[in-house]
Nanobody
Framework: QVQLVESGGGLVQAGGSLRLSCAAS???????MAWFRQAPGKEREFVSS???????DYAETVKGRFTTSRDDAKNTMYLDMNSMRFEDTAVYYC??????????????????WGQGIQVTVSS
């Protein structure tokens, strides 16, 4: 069984950068690893995903600003966030699935979740 733990969240000014990490214990990273986020009063939304093959996908709102990567030897996935905006403020979750998922996918496609970490962008 895989357990996921996010780290690296916090407060950043608009235009700044932040790196999130998602460490997997147990079996290690699954086939598709993803980031989601949920702002207050909003539904959880897809941010990015990266497959074991290295193929990555991004939501249109973060494309060109965020980069997802994975290090299977370290059982860790990363989310590098640049040019951050106030609207990036949310709780960020990492998620995992044994299946390949391409393009934006709903939360229901993933069966393993981290506890979430707060990211706040000040304007």
């Amino acid at each position: 069984q895989v357990q996921l733990v996010e780290s690296g969240g916090g407060l950043v000014q608009a235009g700044g950068s932040l790196r999130l990490s998602c460490a997997a214990s147990g079996r290690g990273l699954k086939t598709t690893m993803a980031w989601f986020r949920q702002a207050p009063g909003k539904e959880r939304e897809f941010v990015s995903s990266i497959k074991r093959s290295g193929i990555d996908d991004y939501a249109e709102t973060v494309k060109g600003r965020f980069t997802t990567s994975r290090d299977d030897a370290k059982n860790t996935m990363y989310l590098d966030m640049n040019s951050m905006r106030f609207e990036d403020t949310a709780v960020y979750y990492c998620a995992a699935s044994d299946n390949y998922h391409y393009g934006p996918t709903p939360p229901s496609a993933y069966d393993t979740w981290g506890q979430g970490i707060q990211v706040t962008v000040s304007s």
